[in-house]
Nanobody, 129 residues
Framework: QVRLVESGGGLVQAGGSLRLSCAAS????????MGWFRQASGKNREFVAA????????YFVDSVKGRFTISRDNAENTMYLQMNLLKPEDTAVYYC??????????????????????WGQGTMVTVSS
């Protein structure tokens, strides 16, 4: 059974940092693009960051550029989201996802919700002002 499990969420003050992890199991994700999304209360799920399967390409939504970094350890089947200088508007449930349906190149990143096939259950991030 394929599973993605997020961890690392919590409550932090504005300006603080958190590191989210996404542990994958059930198959190898070493050749699969992955990404992070978030959903704030009452809002649609939005793209946050994506990484190609090789790790050579990354992409971020403008609102987190310069503050968040995305990385992965294919040997451990794990992806990370380092979040620095957190703001109250970063408060949301954060989801990791994996895109497996297409044979992506090692530079491809995936932005669209519809292109992702597997999702984690989410981890809550709350940033207080």
């Amino acid at each position: 059974q394929v599973r993605l499990v997020e961890s690392g969420g919590g409550l932090v003050q504005a300006g603080g940092s958190l590191r989210l992890s996404c542990a994958a199991s059930g198959r190898s994700f070493s050749t699969v693009p992955m990404g992070w999304f978030r959903q704030a209360s009452g809002k649609n799920r939005e793209f946050v960051a994506a990484i190609s399967w090789s790790g050579r390409s990354t992409y971020f939504v403008d609102s987190v550029k310069g503050r968040f970094t995305i990385s992965r350890d294919n040997a451990e089947n794990t992806m990370y989201l380092q979040m620095n200088l957190l703001k109250p508007e970063d408060t949301a449930v954060y989801y990791c996802a994996a895109a497996v349906s297409i044979d992506y190149s090692d530079y491809d990143v995936v932005f669209e919700v519809s292109e992702y096939d597997y999702w984690g259950q989410g981890t809550m991030v709350t940033v207080s002002s």
